[in-house]
């Protein structure tokens, strides 16, 4: 049973990740299509990411409320309708339009999947299923930019919005017929505003969960940063064609994946602080040798992706720790606070791949600082997370 959840859960939370990174080879082809320039057609990008985050804010609260089921089945039914939009958009002001529906409903799955979590396991085993579902949602972004190049090599542009909204379709049969609801009636939420408001500020102003939340979101920046510098990345810096992204996604994912099965072993193994200081160790090296190869060389495979792999890496096993140090903090509210990590999050990910990324995407050096520079942050995050009253183990 837990393997068909986490198989479910990892699919939802796929949505978001197959509706930002599918499409990435497609660029220059929208661009061509409606004579638009690269910086309006990465805004199609940064509003998807934008109002991603935005929606992160509300669907834990909405589903601890009203129910899990009933928030991810509204929210596939917007997703589907708004990728069939931008499969037939008719200009650049349509296709974006349907962007930010489909960034405002691609959220819920991994929002109320983690809630899920939280309300049928606790500890390690918790930790341990957010670990499985990491690890197998984390083939989606290294399949989808290569799925990607390959719709937009044979059937165009197009054809990558139709597969998003077969992939959502499939999601809303899965869900309907294999997911039961995990939150009881009983220990629903009122939907009220006042308490929601109070509860909200209680998780935004509490120190130690938005240091840790930062923290968490300032390393998984530097992932950001390549992935909205992924087209310019792949096919100006490395000179490879739109069917090459593997190149880069497989080791950034590859990464993942293997560091999230290692950090569900390590669950019942290392103290949590332990984990995520081994992951942040790992982080440093990767950022250093990253820097360190573009000084002195021009970027080139497989040498320029190699950093990333192990950057991804270590981001595996210090990610799963730190949001459940985090998210232990409000055992009662476990769905408001998986939404407001999330969404700082996503935030700190529309912030860097839409604004940060066009500064830096002309050059694999800049790039390699850059996420250097958002490690530091992330650190800083967390040593100001450990003062002061003792992080839960």
């Not at 918790?126 to 930019?145: C, D, N, S, T, Y």
């Not at 309907?176 to 009122?190: F, T, W």
């Not at 192990?310 to 769905?335: E, H, K, R, V, W």
């Not at 995050?381 to 839960?392: F, I, M, N, R, Y």
Request: contains cysteine; hydrophobic residues 60%.
């Amino acid at each position: 049973m837990n393997i068909l959840l986490t198989l479910l859960l990892a699919g939802l939370t796929m949505v978001g990740p197959l509706a930002i990174d599918t499409y990435l080879p497609s660029f220059p082809a929208i661009a061509q299509t409606f004579d638009a320039s690269p910086l309006i057609i990465q805004q199609t990008l940064s509003m998807f990411l934008f109002c991603f985050a935005f929606m992160m804010l509300f669907y834990g609260t909405l589903s601890d409320s009203f129910g899990r089921r009933p928030v991810i089945l509204i929210s596939l039914v917007l997703y589907i309708a708004a990728s069939i939009g931008a499969a037939m958009a008719p200009s650049i002001g349509v296709l974006l339009a349907c962007r930010v529906v489909q960034g405002l409903a691609a959220g819920a799955g991994s929002v109320v999947g983690r809630a899920i979590v939280m309300d049928r396991f606790s500890g390690a085993e918790a930790q341990k299923i957010l670990a499985h579902i990491m690890m197998v949602f984390g083939l989606a972004p290294a399949i989808a930019p290569v799925l990607g190049g390959w719709l937009q090599v044979g059937f165009g542009w197009r054809s990558v919005f139709w597969f998003l909204a077969a992939f959502g379709l499939l999601m809303f049969i899965a869900v309907q017929r294999a997911l039961p609801e995990s939150l009881a009636v009983k220990d629903r939420h009122p939907f009220h505003l006042a308490p929601i408001a109070k509860n909200y500020w209680k998780v935004l102003s509490h120190h130690h969960f938005l240091l840790l939340s930062i923290a968490v979101g300032m390393c998984f920046a530097g992932v950001a940063l390549y992935i909205g510098s992924a087209a310019y990345f792949v096919m100006n810096i490395l000179h490879l064609p739109e069917t090459a992204f593997a190149w880069m996604f497989v080791p950034l994912i590859g990464g993942m994946v293997v560091g999230s099965a290692l950090s569900g072993k390590f669950a019942h193994k290392f103290a949590r602080n332990t984990q995520a200081w081994m992951g942040f160790a790992v982080m440093i090296a990767a950022g250093l040798i990253n820097v360190a190869y573009n000084y002195h060389y021009v970027a080139a495979v497989p040498w320029a992706v190699m950093p990333l792999f192990i950057y991804s890496f270590g981001l595996a096993l210090a990610m799963t720790p730190l949001s459940m140090i985090a998210l232990d903090y409000f055992p009662n509210n476990s769905g408001l606070a998986s939404s407001m990590q999330s969404f700082i999050q996503m935030l700190l990910f529309a912030l860097v791949s839409g604004l940060v990324a066009p500064l830096l995407f002309d050059s694999a050096l800049k790039l390699a600082w850059g996420v250097l520079a958002s490690l530091v942050l992330s650190v800083i995050a967390w040593l100001l997370a450990q003062t002061g009253k003792p992080v839960t183990h």
